[in-house]
């Protein structure tokens, strides 16, 4: 509590008496108020800059290099998307691999250069992406763990 002093006249003495101060507390519902609509705000721009980044990437599925258990898979091996979706391929265990498309066993309008993903990746998290706009089937495998079964199949519809 603060007090003040206000000077009064008592036969003819000034004399200060102490007296209370009330401020006004309009600070803390001012910035509870501020704090609840920056936080109003920051909720609907998050939500919105998620939104805007699923549909500018248009990711529809990730796909793991080598399975947390070890073995050399894609995994999932089997991916179905939407055409104009993109696919991510990221390292996980047992590199190097790669992501190589046989231009055989790709829709016809389709480019297995632009798709595959020839140089090797060689650490954990390493990522390489594509994008299928053609509609139809494409399997692809790992050049260096081909051998070991390591293929994987895209459905684009």
């Not at 200060?16 to 600070?27: F, L």
């Not at 519902?29 to 920051?42: E, G, I, N, T």
């Not at 996980?92 to 309008?109: A, M």
Request: charged share 20%.
């Amino acid at each position: 509590m603060a007090l003040s002093m206000r000077a009064s006249t008592v036969m003819g003495t000034k004399v200060a008496a102490p007296q209370k101060v009330v401020r006004a507390r309009t600070a803390a519902p001012v910035a509870a108020s501020l704090r609840q609509d920056v936080a109003r705000f920051a909720k609907a721009a998050g939500a919105g800059a998620v939104s805007l980044a699923l549909a500018l990437s248009a990711n529809a599925a990730t796909v793991k290099l080598g399975a947390d258990g070890g073995a050399l898979v894609f995994d999932p091996a089997n991916v179905t998307v939407k055409a104009g979706e993109t696919v991510d391929w990221v390292n996980n265990i047992g590199f190097p691999h790669n992501v190589v498309f046989d231009e055989d066993e790709i829709p016809e309008g389709a480019n297995a250069d632009a798709l595959s993903h020839e140089e090797y990746l060689n650490a954990p998290g390493q990522k390489v992406s594509s994008k299928f706009t053609t509609p139809g089937k494409y399997s692809y495998y790992c050049e260096p763990h081909q051998g070991a079964g390591m293929k994987g199949t895209i459905t684009v519809q």
